[in-house]
């Protein structure tokens, strides 16, 4: 299975991207909030976290393989949660995925099913059954993404989404986790490592 590509993009159009690999050139599908970045890479070389599917109709033995291509692990990640909601699936999710999401996720998070409605090919009753079945499981991914952090304080998404976890293991809440990572990340700091952003994190706490 394909989990990551590295290569330069030589053409985005709508939800495909054709990215150059040696001598091999992918297509690769993505939704349009990654589109949109993509867009400014033309040439350079980047790295997409991908995921690998099978489409077509197994019974008649037509079954392309397909990548779908993401900008971090954790949008991956969160892409395929949002896939086994009941309804929605490979093709409707990608369609739906037009804003960010740290914006889809806080959508989930406030219950907000007006807005989650409001994305493509999701309608009331998919914007419920998402709720319902992701309410509980989103609150990292609308902290990790979801604050706009300072351009110096370079961090990795998977960095402070795993800090959040620790921090809800060690006894915090999800609003209490969430404010100590705001503080940290507002700091003109570069964190490399779980282990640093904690590090800042009780020094705040102790100051």
Same mark, same amino acid.
């Given at each position: 299975?394909?989990? /990551?590509?590295?290569? =330069?993009?030589?053409?985005?159009?709508?939800?495909? +991207?054709?990215? %150059?690999?040696?001598?091999?050139?992918?297509?690769?599908?993505?939704?349009?909030? =990654?589109?949109?970045?993509?867009?400014?890479?033309? &040439?350079?070389?980047?790295?997409?976290?991908?995921?690998?599917?099978?489409?077509?109709?197994?019974?008649?033995?037509?079954?392309?393989?397909?990548?779908?291509?993401?900008?971090?692990?954790?949008?991956?990640?969160?892409?395929?949660?949002?896939?086994?909601?009941?309804?929605?699936?490979?093709?409707?999710?990608?369609?739906?995925?037009?804003?960010?999401?740290?914006?889809? %996720?806080?959508?989930?998070? @406030?219950?907000?099913? /007006? &807005? +989650?409605? &409001?994305?493509?090919?999701?309608?009331? %009753?998919?914007?419920?059954?998402?709720?319902? /079945? +992701?309410?509980?499981?989103?609150?990292?991914?609308?902290?990790?993404?979801?604050?706009?952090?300072?351009?110096?304080?370079? *961090?990795? !998404?998977? *960095?402070?989404?795993? %800090?959040?976890?620790?921090? !809800?293991?060690?006894?915090?809440?999800?609003?209490?986790?969430?404010?100590?990572? @705001?503080?940290?990340?507002?700091?003109? /700091?570069?964190?490399?490592?779980?282990?640093?952003?904690?590090?800042?994190?009780?020094?705040?706490?102790?100051?």
């Amino acid at each position: 299975m394909i989990t /990551k590509i590295t290569g =330069t993009p030589v053409t985005v159009s709508g939800d495909v +991207l054709t990215l %150059a690999v040696d001598a091999f050139e992918y297509e690769v599908l993505i939704p349009e909030f =990654t589109r949109r970045h993509l867009q400014e890479q033309i &040439g350079k070389q980047i790295s997409l976290h991908t995921i690998e599917y099978l489409e077509g109709n197994p019974m008649q033995g037509r079954m392309t393989p397909r990548l779908i291509g993401f900008l971090s692990g954790i949008e991956r990640e969160f892409f395929e949660l949002f896939c086994q909601v009941d309804g929605v699936g490979v093709k409707k999710a990608l369609r739906a995925m037009v804003r960010p999401v740290q914006e889809v %996720a806080q959508l989930i998070e @406030d219950q907000d099913s /007006k &807005g +989650l409605s &409001g994305l493509p090919g999701i309608g009331p %009753a998919t914007a419920e059954r998402i709720i319902a /079945k +992701l309410r509980r499981k989103v609150p990292k991914f609308a902290l990790l993404i979801g604050r706009d952090s300072p351009q110096t304080a370079e *961090v990795e !998404r998977d *960095v402070v989404s795993e %800090a959040f976890e620790v921090l !809800r293991a060690l006894g915090h809440g999800e609003a209490d986790a969430r404010r100590l990572l @705001d503080e940290a990340l507002s700091q003109k /700091k570069i964190y490399k490592d779980v282990e640093s952003l904690l590090h800042t994190v009780y020094q705040q706490r102790n100051a």
